[in-house]
């Protein structure tokens, strides 16, 4: 029978507590974030405009059905804050 490998992953001391557990504080700095979006979000966004000629009118439907019943909820929270 073979013996079987620990999962335990051997760390250094180096940014790290006695249990090996790495902290935020211990990580060297985050860069600058990117000056440009990373995520093709509003990329399909367009395509899909351009492509579906039905899209963005299924589009504005479903903003003002949210809309409409986000509408009462907005009303009471007014209230409430008087």
């Known amino acids: 029978m073979a013996k079987k490998k620990s999962s335990k992953s051997k760390s250094t001391n180096e940014g790290s507590t006695s249990h090996g557990t790495t902290y935020v504080a211990d990580q060297p700095p985050a860069t600058a974030p990117p000056?440009?979006?990373?995520?093709?979000?509003?990329?399909?966004?367009?395509?899909?405009?351009?492509?579906?000629?039905?899209?963005?009118?299924?589009?504005?439907?479903?903003?003002?059905?949210?809309?409409?019943?986000?509408?009462?909820?907005?009303?009471?929270?007014?209230?409430?804050?008087?």
Do not use: I
């Open 35 to 82: 000056k440009r979006r990373q995520c093709g979000a509003m990329a399909a966004h367009f395509r899909l405009l351009e492509a579906d000629p039905g899209f963005r009118s299924r589009q504005l439907n479903l903003e003002n059905a949210v809309a409409r019943r986000a509408a009462p909820l907005v009303a009471l929270e007014a209230l409430e804050q008087r």
